[in-house]
T-cell receptor, first 117, second 109 residues
Framework: GAVVSQHPSWVICKSGTSVKIECRSLDFQATTMFWYRQFPKQSLMLMATSNEGSKATYEQGVEKDKFLINHASLTLSTLTVTSAHPEDSSFYIC?????????????FGSGTRLTVV | GQNIDQPTEMTATEGAIVQINCTYQTSGFNGLFWYQQHAGEAPTFLSYNVLDGLEEKGRFSSFLSRSKGYSYLLLKELQMKDSASYLCAAMDSNYQLIWGAGTKLIIKP
């Protein structure tokens, strides 16, 4: 089945630094990648939708200059949290849809636990 | 607006059956997903319904009624490992997923 590889699994960084999270689709072409954030005991919140070769579409309230998304190829999308602050500490998850699948299943990366100290 | 409703928490006994309900309102509809999420992990796909009726897959079944905007996930022969959050998500006309807040299922021995 479709696999999305997400790295790193967890990261601790100092306030003010930047962190890059990578998501790769291993056996399918992900023309669209979705980036979610999940705070403890809350549901997934869509941050942005990235399309290969074009600018990402950000959800209302998400700062595009703070959360930089790059989707330069059909198999790789990155999310960079710039000038991270403790309130950015969260679980970040990417997801891609394998349009070749018959069930329109969304495949999720394993998630990245970001802690900003 | 678009909205997904599901219970916040449910408790069931090992070996029993539990039904988790979900109601949805979306702009257009392209199917209803159920995902399982263990604490600290990413969601994993359980089922997808786009036509009315019941889809059975082992111990898990999912039902959809498009006219009622309603779905449920049925878990049989509950095992301790089924303790997790169960997320309902509806796909709208733009093929975007609208997520529910999740139902935390607690299994007791």
């Amino acid at each position: 089945g479709a696999v999305v590889s997400q790295h790193p699994s967890w990261v601790i960084c100092k306030s003010g630094t930047s962190v890059k999270i990578e998501c790769r689709s291993l056996d399918f072409q992900a023309t669209t990648m979705f980036w979610y954030r999940q705070f403890p005991k809350q549901s997934l919140m869509l941050m942005a939708t990235s399309n290969e070769g074009s600018k990402a579409t950000y959800e209302q309230g998400v700062e595009k200059d703070k959360f930089l998304i790059n989707h330069a190829s059909l198999t790789l999308s990155t999310l960079t949290v710039t000038s991270a602050h403790p309130e950015d500490s969260s679980f970040y998850i990417c997801s891609a849809r394998d349009i070749g699948a018959t069930t329109y299943g969304y495949t999720f990366g394993s998630g990245t636990r970001l802690t900003v100290v | 607006g678009q909205n997904i409703d599901q219970p916040t928490e449910m408790t069931a006994t090992e070996g029993a059956i539990v039904q988790i309900n979900c109601t949805y309102q979306t702009s257009g509809f392209n199917g209803l997903f159920w995902y399982q999420q263990h604490a600290g992990e990413a969601p994993t796909f359980l089922s997808y319904n786009v036509l009315d009726g019941l889809e059975e897959k082992g111990r898990f079944s999912s039902f959809l009624s498009r006219s009622k905007g309603y779905s449920y996930l049925l878990l049989k022969e509950l095992q301790m490992k089924d303790s997790a959050s169960y997320l309902c998500a509806a796909m709208d006309s733009n093929y975007q997923l609208i997520w529910g807040a999740g139902t935390k299922l607690i299994i007791k021995p």
